[in-house]
C-alpha cells in the first residue's frame, strides 16, 4: 500500500505528473468491463525515462504497477486490481515519424489507433488493425492486448505490424527489441512476446509499426438471411471462394433488434440475419470481388443482397455494426463480453448452442462479430444480481467452444475476467512455463499483478 509518507516520496521524485485527486483516482478505477478497481494515485508519465524511474521506485518500495492506455478493454487488464500506482500513458502521444519509403511508423504509446490510420492514409498507406473503439483506443493498449478488429480476416492483428518495440521492464531498465525492417531473425522474438502480454512483463514506451499501400478502392455489402445459422454457413462458402474480403461481420436477430431503427432495409422475418461483408482492392478487382461474393451468398440461401453504393452508406453500415455493441452494454444492468473463436466450419454449432445456454440460466444471449475468422462475440445480459449465473453461463460457454476446436478469446485477451477459465484451455505444463516467464521478467509480481496467469 501506498502511504502518505511514500506517496509524498513519489511527488517529488516523480512531479507533477503524479496525481492523487479523486478525478484522476475515479478515471483510473474502471475501464468497459464494468469492473471497478481504484488505484491510490495514477501517474501520467512523458518519456520511457520517467517510466523507468517509477519502476526504479516500485522495486525499492515494493509497490505494484499497473499500465494502462485509453481503458477501452473489456477484461479489466487496465484495472489497479491490488491497488497501488497506476501509470497512464495516454500523454505520450506522438508520432514520431511515418516513413513512406520503408513503410514504417513510429509512434509512443498513447496515439490514438485512428489519429495513426488518419496520417498514413494522407501518404496513401494504410495501418490495418481496426479495433470497435479504435476512433479513443490507443496503440500501446492495442499492442498489450494484440487487438484485432474487423479487417484482421485479411490483414491479420496487431502483432503482425509490430516490427519493434521499447518497453521499460519491471526493474526500470529499457528494453529495446524487435527491428526496424520487413524481416529480423536474430534471437528470440522478445518484440513478439511483449505483445499481447497485457503488460504483465513489460510497459511499451515506443512502437514500430508496419504500414502497408492503401487499398484504392472499398465496396461493401449486407446479406441478410432467414436465421443465424443460414447467415454463418454462408461464411465457409465466402471464405473457400477463393476472395479474400477485407470484412465478414455478422448480426443476429437479438443484436438486429437494438438497431431496428438505424437499418436502411426492411428485416425478412422474425429471426433474420445480416452478414456485412466488404473487398478492397484496385477498382477492377474491388467491383468484380464483391459481385461474387453477392452471388456466392445468393447460393447459400441469403433472400436479398444490398449494396453500399456511396461512401456515405458504407460508413451508415458500419455506424450500425459499431453501435451494436454500445447498445448492447446499455440495455442491461448486468453485461460479460466474451470474444470467443472457433473454426470458421464450427460457427453454426456455436450459434447453434447458444438459445440453450440462455434458456438454461435464463439471460439474454447476443451473436455478433468477426464471422470470417471464426471470431464470435458473444454477449450476455441480465438483470441486476445474475452476475454469478452469467459466469456460469460464460464457463460453460467456455466449454462448448473448447470443444468445437477454438478458443476463449481472439482479441480482447484474459485480464480479470477470463483468468478464472484459463486452466480450461492451457495444460498445467503450459501454464507452469508461462508463469516462469512472468517471474522471470518480475519475479516480485509487482508490474500489473493479479492478471492473466494464476499465482
Not at 473489456?74 to 502521444?93: F, I, N, P, S, W
Not at 454449432?349 to 438459445?355: G, N, Q, S, V
Amino acid at each position: 500500500m501506498l502511504d502518505t509518507a511514500l506517496l509524498d516520496d513519489l511527488g517529488r521524485a516523480l512531479g507533477p505528473g503524479l496525481r492523487l485527486d479523486q478525478a484522476a483516482l475515479e478515471a483510473a478505477a474502471t475501464d468497459d468491463s464494468g469492473l471497478r478497481h481504484p488505484p491510490q494515485a495514477v501517474f501520467f508519465p512523458r518519456n520511457a525515462d520517467e517510466i523507468a524511474r517509477l519502476m526504479g521506485l516500485s522495486t525499492r518500495y515494493g509497490f505494484p504497477v499497473t499500465p494502462r492506455g485509453a481503458g477501452t478493454g473489456l477484461c479489466g487488464g487496465c484495472l489497479a486490481r491490488e491497488g497501488g500506482l497506476v501509470v497512464d500513458t495516454t500523454a505520450m502521444a506522438r508520432i514520431l515519424s511515418v516513413d513512406t519509403i520503408n513503410g514504417v511508423a513510429v509512434v509512443e504509446p498513447g496515439v490514438v489507433t485512428k489519429t495513426l490510420r488518419d496520417a498514413a492514409a494522407t501518404v496513401g498507406l494504410f495501418y490495418p488493425p481496426d479495433p470497435a473503439s479504435f476512433a479513443t483506443c490507443t496503440l500501446g493498449g492495442n499492442a498489450a492486448t494484440n487487438a484485432g478488429g474487423p479487417a484482421c480476416v485479411k490483414y491479420g492483428v496487431t502483432r503482425d505490424y509490430v516490427l519493434g518495440l521499447t518497453a521499460v521492464l519491471p526493474d526500470g531498465e529499457i528494453l529495446k527489441t524487435g527491428v526496424a525492417t520487413r524481416k529480423g531473425v536474430v534471437g528470440y522474438d522478445l518484440a513478439g512476446l511483449l505483445v499481447g502480454s497485457e503488460g504483465t512483463l513489460g510497459i511499451i514506451t515506443e512502437l514500430t509499426l508496419k504500414l502497408i499501400p492503401h487499398p484504392r478502392e472499398v465496396r461493401t455489402a449486407v446479406a441478410l438471411f432467414a436465421d443465424a445459422r443460414a447467415a454463418v454457413a454462408a461464411v465457409s462458402a465466402v471464405m473457400t471462394s477463393g476472395i479474400c474480403p477485407s470484412a465478414v461481420e455478422f448480426l443476429d436477430r437479438a443484436c438486429l433488434g437494438l438497431v431496428t431503427e438505424l437499418l436502411p432495409f426492411k428485416l425478412p422475418g422474425d429471426d433474420a440475419a445480416l452478414l456485412l461483408l466488404e473487398v478492397d482492392g484496385d477498382p477492377d478487382t474491388a467491383a468484380r470481388d464483391i459481385g461474387r461474393v453477392a452471388a456466392i451468398c445468393r447460393d447459400s440461401r441469403a433472400l436479398s443482397v444490398l449494396p453500399a453504393d456511396d461512401a456515405a452508406r458504407r460508413e451508415q453500415l458500419w455506424d450500425i455494426r459499431r453501435q451494436t455493441s454500445t447498445r448492447i452494454h446499455e440495455s442491461a444492468p448486468v453485461y460479460l463480453s466474451e470474444d470467443t473463436v472457433v473454426p470458421i466450419a464450427r460457427i453454426p454449432d456455436l450459434i447453434d448452442a447458444l438459445p440453450g445456454l440462455a434458456q438454461r440460466f435464463g439471460l439474454t444471449v447476443y451473436a455478433f462479430g468477426h464471422a470470417g475468422d471464426g471470431n464470435i462475440h458473444v454477449n450476455v445480459t441480465g438483470e441486476a444480481g445474475s452476475r454469478e449465473r452469467g459466469h456460469a453461463l460464460v464457463r460453460a460457454l467456455v466449454a462448448a467452444v473448447l470443444s468445437l476446436g477454438g478458443t476463449m478469446s481472439g482479441e480482447h485477451g484474459v485480464g480479470i475476467t477470463k483468468q478464472p477459465f484459463i486452466d480450461m484451455e492451457l495444460s498445467p505444463r503450459s501454464l507452469a512455463l508461462q508463469q516462469g516467464l512472468k517471474r522471470l521478467f518480475d519475479p516480485d509480481s509487482r508490474l500489473n499483478p493479479g492478471k492473466v496467469l494464476p499465482r
